[in-house]
């Protein structure tokens, strides 16, 4: 397996991610893909839509809602980064799998939309319903998981400024917004846009590289 780049000496890829969102989600599948074909070790830390849209001006109120709605799996993915650190990719795959691959019928204007969604997914990964219940908790209820949601978000915005969405993805020393895939690439392609990335992250001058999407991101292999 190679590295190239910045990787040559540390091959650690860090993934913030908001479980509800469909681009983080299929970048997430491609890291996995990257895993198997790289010397790569992953580590996933939340991020949330609901403290990045909190007070944006000009959103389209149905999409305020809905991102307001993604706090309550953000809540518990920042108690499980805390308290089970070894168990957030873990409970990130059982929640993605049931948002974007399964063709969930989810009202997102419903605060409560994902709430059955996140007690099967921490049966299915083995970790105590109680959970649960910091999904709906304010920052002033006992026992939250506010704080440590909002410093970890933080850390994704320190690495790269606070106009960009999920995901941030940090290669080696570098981090970046993206990169935005619409499929999931495998096996050597999967390797050799990572090290692309890696190359591109790596070059202390690079920005961005951008395009008009042409399609939605769609959880399935290229």
């Known amino acids: 397996m190679s590295?190239?780049?910045?990787?040559?000496?540390?091959?650690?890829?860090?993934?913030?991610?908001d479980v509800t969102c469909p681009f983080a989600w299929v970048t997430s599948r491609w890291l996995l893909e990257v895993e198997k074909?790289?010397?790569?070790?992953?580590e996933w830390a939340p991020m949330s839509l609901a403290i990045l849209n909190d007070g944006r001006e000009g959103l389209d109120p149905a999409y305020a809602r809905q991102s307001a709605n993604a706090k309550a799996p953000a809540l518990v993915a920042a108690a499980i980064y805390t308290e089970h650190p070894d168990k957030v990719g873990d409970y990130y795959t059982a929640m993605g799998e049931k948002i974007?691959?399964?063709?969930?019928?989810?009202?997102?204007?419903?605060?409560?939309?994902?709430?059955?969604?996140?007690?099967e997914a921490l049966e299915e990964i083995g970790l105590p319903a109680e959970l649960f219940d910091v999904a709906h908790k304010s920052a002033d209820d006992e026992g939250?998981?506010?704080?440590?949601?909002?410093?970890s978000h933080a850390n994704a915005l320190e690495l790269v400024g606070d106009d960009v969405g999920t995901p941030v993805v940090k290669l080696g020393d570098r981090a970046f917004f993206g990169p935005v895939l619409t499929r999931i690439p495998q096996g050597e392609t999967a390797g050799e846009l990572f090290d692309a990335s890696v190359t591109l992250g790596g070059y202390p001058?690079?920005?961005?590289?951008?395009?008009?999407?042409?399609?939605g991101p769609q959880a399935e292999f290229a």
């Open 3 to 17: 590295t190239v780049g910045s990787m040559s000496t540390n091959n650690s890829v860090t993934m913030f991610f």
């Open 37 to 42: 074909v790289r010397d790569i070790a992953i």
């Open 100 to 119: 974007h691959n399964s063709g969930a019928d989810l009202d997102k204007q419903d605060p409560a939309c994902y709430d059955a969604l996140i007690q």
């Open 144 to 151: 939250n998981y506010e704080q440590q949601l909002r410093d």
């Open 205 to 215: 001058h690079f920005f961005e590289l951008k395009r008009s999407r042409t399609e």
